[in-house]
Nanobody, 120 residues
Framework: QVQLVESGGGLVQPGGSLRLSCAAS????????MGWYRQAPGKQRELVAA???????NYADSVKGRFTISRDNAKNTVYLQMNRLKPEDTAVYYC??????????????WGQGTQVTVSS
């Protein structure tokens, strides 16, 4: 059994910053890619950023230069530092992990989601 637990969401004014965290726990042998998606009301879920186990990151064009994804492999944790937030960043943010368990099976897990609201 694996769990992804997110934290760090909340309400922030435009131009402000938030840092999201997501810790994976359970029967984990290794974690490959980790990432963050978001879904705004009435819109499809979209990839925000992803990072490989080696630290190679990629970003959606809408967040490049404002968001930074990072990870701590020793803690099985991925972070999303969000700066210069805009109202259009308002969404539920979900972390993801592509991992392998001790039996050698590969799974793709989602966190429960954390709300980010950017409003004055």
């Amino acid at each position: 059994q694996v769990q992804l637990v997110e934290s760090g969401g909340g309400l922030v004014q435009p131009g402000g910053s938030l840092r999201l965290s997501c810790a994976a726990s359970g029967s984990i042998f290794s974690i490959n890619d980790m990432g963050w998606y978001r879904q705004a009301p009435g819109k499809q879920r979209e990839l925000v950023a992803a990072i490989t186990s080696g630290g190679i990151a990629n970003y959606a064009d809408s967040v490049k230069g404002r968001f930074t994804i990072s990870r701590d492999n020793a803690k099985n944790t991925v972070y999303l530092q969000m700066n210069r937030l805009k109202p259009e960043d308002t969404a539920v943010y979900y972390c993801t992990a592509d991992l392998t368990d001790y039996d050698g099976y590969q799974y793709y897990y989602w966190g429960q989601g954390t709300q980010v609201t950017v409003s004055s």
